[in-house]
C-alpha cells in the first residue's frame, strides 16, 4: 500500500506540471496541421457518422432503444469509448514514448500516464457539447439522476489512471504488450456496449448479460447512460459497483508496485 500512497502524492504534488505537459502534447500532436487541434473533435465525429450509419440505419434500422433515439444513446456509449480507447492505448505507451524527456527533467515518471489522460480531455469536452446538443433536440433535459455523472466520472478516471500505471509499465519491460493491447481493445469495443444493447441482444440470456455487465468498461458506459437516461442510481447496482472498485484496486496495487520496482531502471530497459 505504500507504493500506491506515493504514486498518488506523486499526481497530487506534480498537478502543475501535469497540466502543463499536456497542454504542450495537445499542441505539439496537430501543430504540423492545417486544422490543427479541429482535428480533435473532427476525427471523433467522422466515426461517430460512419458507425451511426453502420448500426444505427443499417442494423437497427433507426429504432429507439429503450424509447431513446439511438444516435443519442450510442452517443452516450461511443464518446466514453473514444476517451477510454484513447487514453488507454496513449496511458500504455507514455513512458516509453516520452523516455527521453524523463532522463532530462526532474519529475515523477508516475505522471506520464495523467499526463496522457488529461491531454484528452480537449476531444472529450467538445464531443460532450455534441452530446447536451443531441440529447436537448431531442428533449431530453437534466434530472436529478444527472449529478451521479460526476460519479461515473471519477470512475473513469480511476479505472483509466490505476489502468494506466500498470499498462505503461508493463511495457516497458514488454514491447509485445502494446500491440496486443491494441488487438484487445478491438474485442472490448463489441464487449463494452458503446453501439451493442446487450440486454436486447441477449434476451432471455440474463446470465451472458451479468457476465458481460461485470466489465468495468461497461460499468462506465452504462452507467453515463443510467445518468443522462434518468434510469437508476449507481447504488441500485451493488454487485456491479462492488467488483468495479475491486477490479480498479487491484489494477492500481499491482500496477503501482511493479512501477516503482522496475522504474529506477526503466532507461535501462529501453
Known amino acids: 500500500?505504500?507504493?500506491?500512497?506515493?504514486?498518488?502524492?506523486?499526481?497530487?504534488?506534480?498537478?502543475?506540471?501535469i497540466r502543463r505537459i499536456s497542454k504542450y502534447e495537445e499542441k505539439a500532436t496537430y501543430q504540423s496541421h492545417y486544422l490543427g487541434l479541429i482535428w480533435q473533435f473532427l476525427n471523433p465525429a467522422i466515426q461517430i457518422g460512419i458507425y451511426y450509419l453502420v448500426f444505427g440505419?443499417?442494423?437497427?434500422?433507426?429504432?429507439?432503444?429503450?424509447?431513446?433515439?439511438?444516435?443519442?444513446?450510442?452517443?452516450?456509449?461511443?464518446?466514453a469509448w473514444f476517451f477510454i480507447n484513447s487514453s488507454i492505448l496513449g496511458g500504455s505507451n507514455s513512458i516509453y514514448k516520452q523516455i527521453g524527456m524523463v532522463s532530462k527533467m526532474k519529475f515523477p515518471v508516475s505522471i506520464l500516464p495523467m499526463v496522457n489522460i488529461r491531454s484528452n480531455f480537449v476531444s472529450y469536452r467538445a464531443m460532450m457539447i455534441l452530446l447536451l446538443a443531441s440529447m436537448f433536440g431531442f428533449g431530453i433535459y437534466p434530472t436529478i439522476y444527472w449529478l451521479q455523472y460526476l460519479y461515473y466520472f471519477f470512475c473513469m478516471i480511476a479505472f483509466l489512471f490505476?489502468?494506466?500505471?500498470?499498462n505503461s509499465t508493463i511495457t516497458i519491460l514488454v514491447r509485445d504488450y502494446h500491440i496486443m493491447l491494441q488487438s484487445i481493445l478491438r474485442l472490448l469495443f463489441y464487449l463494452s456496449g458503446p453501439i451493442w444493447n446487450f440486454e436486447s441482444m441477449f434476451k432471455g440470456h440474463p446470465i451472458i448479460?451479468?457476465?458481460?455487465?461485470?466489465?468495468p468498461i461497461y460499468y462506465i458506459i452504462d452507467g453515463f447512460r443510467d445518468s443522462f437516461l434518468s434510469k437508476q442510481w449507481f447504488w441500485e447496482k451493488g454487485t456491479q459497483t462492488m467488483f468495479f472498485w475491486l477490479v480498479t484496486g487491484v489494477l492500481l496495487i499491482v500496477g503501482s508496485h511493479i512501477h516503482m520496482k522496475f522504474r529506477a531502471r526503466f532507461v535501462d530497459f529501453i
Do not use: H
Open 1 to 17: 500500500m505504500n507504493d500506491v500512497k506515493t504514486i498518488i502524492l506523486e499526481q497530487i504534488n506534480s498537478y502543475g506540471i
Open 162 to 166: 490505476a489502468f494506466g500505471v500498470l
Open 209 to 215: 448479460v451479468r457476465l458481460l455487465a461485470l466489465n
Open 57 to 79: 440505419l443499417g442494423v437497427n434500422q433507426g429504432k429507439e432503444v429503450d424509447g431513446v433515439p439511438f444516435i443519442v444513446w450510442m452517443l452516450i456509449g461511443i464518446i
